[in-house]
Structure formats: C-alpha cells, structure tokens
C-alpha cells in the first residue's frame, strides 16, 4: 500500500469509528490510534468487518452482555 493509501484507510477507519453512542467512540478511536497499527493484516480486516456491526450490538458485546461471534472475539477482548 501506498502512503496515500494508508492515509486514506485511516481516515476511512477513523470515521467509522465515530458511532451513535460516545462510550463507542472513545473505545473504537483509543483502539485506533494505539493499537491497530500493530495488528497483522488479518486482524485489520476483522477490526474494519467489526465496524460494520451496529452500536446497540457493539456495546453488548463490549460490556460483556453478549458473546460475539468467534471472528470478532480475540478482536472485542483486546479493545476493551
């Protein structure tokens, strides 16, 4: 990937990253900004499939109200 690329994936994932609820926001953005870059390739395209998932499953998930599914579950344990 270029360094545009880059850029632009990360501006991508950034706004994604913001949500509905500010509680997401805080977790999705700190997770962004301190640790994604040191997941592998995989587990970056797993983070960007999580984004995709609605805020109200998301929390659940997070809070540990609700398992999620075995693709995101090592990706929600090392958020929070």
């Given at each position: 990937?270029?360094?545009?690329?880059?850029?632009?994936?990360?501006?991508?994932?950034?706004w994604?990253?913001?949500?509905?609820?500010?509680?997401?926001?805080?977790?999705?953005t700190?997770?962004?900004?301190?640790?994604?870059?040191?997941?592998?390739?995989?587990?970056?395209g797993?983070?960007?499939?999580?984004?995709?998932q609605?805020?109200?499953?998301?929390?659940?998930?997070?809070?540990?109200?609700?398992t999620?599914?075995?693709?995101?579950?090592?990706?929600?344990?090392?958020?929070?």
């Open positions: 990937m270029s360094g545009a690329d880059v850029r632009d994936l990360e501006r991508r994932l950034r994604q990253c913001r949500r509905g609820l500010l509680e997401l926001d805080l977790l999705l700190r997770f962004l900004d301190e640790r994604y870059a040191e997941l592998g390739s995989a587990e970056q797993v983070f960007g499939e999580l984004l995709q609605p805020d109200a499953v998301l929390l659940r998930w997070f809070q540990g109200q609700e999620p599914p075995s693709v995101f579950e090592k990706i929600v344990r090392t958020i929070v």
